[in-house]
């Protein structure tokens, strides 16, 4: 049988009415440091490209996502640097990469200190992706990413 995957299902991955629920929510009490990245996604300010603030996927919400490149960037407050939290997340993404997607991580610190950075490394990053069609995978921690063998 063909099944055809529709764009709703491609854009949310099936996600519950509720996660998007919270995800409103999430919308509305936004944080200074998601402000601030959001600032320069916006409006395709980055290489072109439509960013989505607090998106659903599945059963997680991203920080931002952009669908056309398949990343997702989030921001870490300081309880991410937690054993646990890190657990947490080091498994949301790999659950996130099973649909091809990639993440990559800053914390609210670089953010706030060093959005110049922040910027050319998403840049960097959403270049790359438009020339490698394989996904890239995330090395934890300040925005790096690699595929597995070379940091990009």
């Known amino acids: 049988m063909n099944k055809t995957i529709s764009y709703y299902d491609s854009l949310f991955k099936g996600a519950a009415t509720s996660t998007f629920e919270k995800?409103?929510?999430?919308?509305?009490?936004?944080?200074?440091?998601e402000e601030i990245l959001w600032r320069f996604l916006r409006n395709k300010k980055i290489d072109n490209c439509k960013f989505r603030r607090q998106h659903v996927l599945?059963?997680?919400?991203?920080?931002?996502?952009?669908?056309?490149?398949?990343?997702v960037i989030e921001i870490d407050g300081g309880y991410h640097?937690?054993?646990?939290?890190?657990?947490?997340d080091e498994?949301?993404?790999?659950?996130i990469n099973e649909?091809?997607?990639d993440v990559i991580r800053f914390t609210n610190?670089?953010?706030k200190n060093n959005?110049?950075?922040?910027i050319e490394k998403i840049t960097r990053i959403l270049k790359e992706k438009t020339k490698n069609s394989t996904p890239l995978h995330v090395e934890r921690g300040r925005g790096e990413v690699h595929t597995g063998k070379n940091k990009v």
């Open 23 to 33: 995800a409103k929510i999430l919308r509305q009490e936004k944080t200074e440091t």
């Open 99 to 101: 649909y091809c997607i």
């Open 109 to 111: 610190k670089e953010v």
């Open 81 to 88: 640097n937690e054993k646990e939290q890190k657990e947490l």
């Open 115 to 118: 959005i110049k950075l922040v």
């Open 58 to 71: 599945s059963c997680y919400i991203a920080d931002f996502y952009c669908h056309e490149r398949k990343l």
């Open 91 to 95: 498994a949301r993404t790999n659950a």
